[in-house]
């Protein structure tokens, strides 16, 4: 059975978006941009953000990686899902539903950049800077959370809870 403890309300989520969007909107005024959201967890987080930009989105896809166990790491990272199209000399945002040890993000960073894009940015929902063992630090950060395991936004447990507006801390009970 699980528990859920709100961490993050719609509202909050909904303002806290459309101030990190303007942000990005004044960095990158005058260039356009290749956005990227990472799947299966930003694609709300993708959805809610490029409707808040003013800045010229040239392309929107997603890309998926496989998640790794443990501290089973570097090794064994496959996309699951490519982008199809050339990054060279763009500006690629990518936008992660959240932050956690910084090792997907930071593996991603590394090969995406073999493909000379003219710049990266990463733009994350939540962050757990707490948990980091890389030195990943991502350019925009909607919410700095505490080391709780949370669901909602896009987010899941399992596979369920994705579509909840709120956050909200899970906790798993035994029956
Ligand atoms: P890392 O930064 O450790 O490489 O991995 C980040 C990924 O771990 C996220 O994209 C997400 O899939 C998963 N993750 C980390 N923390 C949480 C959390 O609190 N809730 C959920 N649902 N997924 C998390
Ligand atoms: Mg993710």
Not at 30 to 47: K, N
Not at 90 to 97: G, R, W
Not at 104 to 126: H, V
């Amino acid at each position: 059975m699980a528990a859920f403890d709100l961490m993050i309300s719609a509202e909050e989520i909904n303002s806290k978006v459309k101030e990190v969007a303007k942000r990005i909107s004044e960095d990158y005024k005058g260039e356009s941009i290749v956005v990227i959201g990472v799947l299966t967890g930003a694609f709300i987080f993708t959805s809610d953000l490029v409707r808040e930009l003013d800045v010229d989105v040239e392309t929107l896809d997603f890309i998926q990686v496989s998640s790794y166990s443990g501290d089973k790491s570097t090794g064994n990272f496959v996309f699951k899902k490519d982008i199809s199209f050339d990054i060279s000399g763009k500006n690629i945002l990518l936008v992660e539903d959240i932050i956690d040890t910084g090792r997907t993000l930071k593996k991603l960073c590394e090969m995406l950049s073999m493909r000379n894009p003219k710049s990266i940015k990463i733009c994350t929902a939540f962050d757990k800077p707490s948990r980091r063992v890389t030195d990943l630090v991502p350019d925009y950060n909607c919410f700095t959370i505490p080391d709780e395991f949370i669901v909602g936004y896009g987010l899941d447990y399992d596979g369920k809870y994705r579509q909840f507006k709120d956050v909200k801390i899970v906790r798993i009970k035994d029956e």
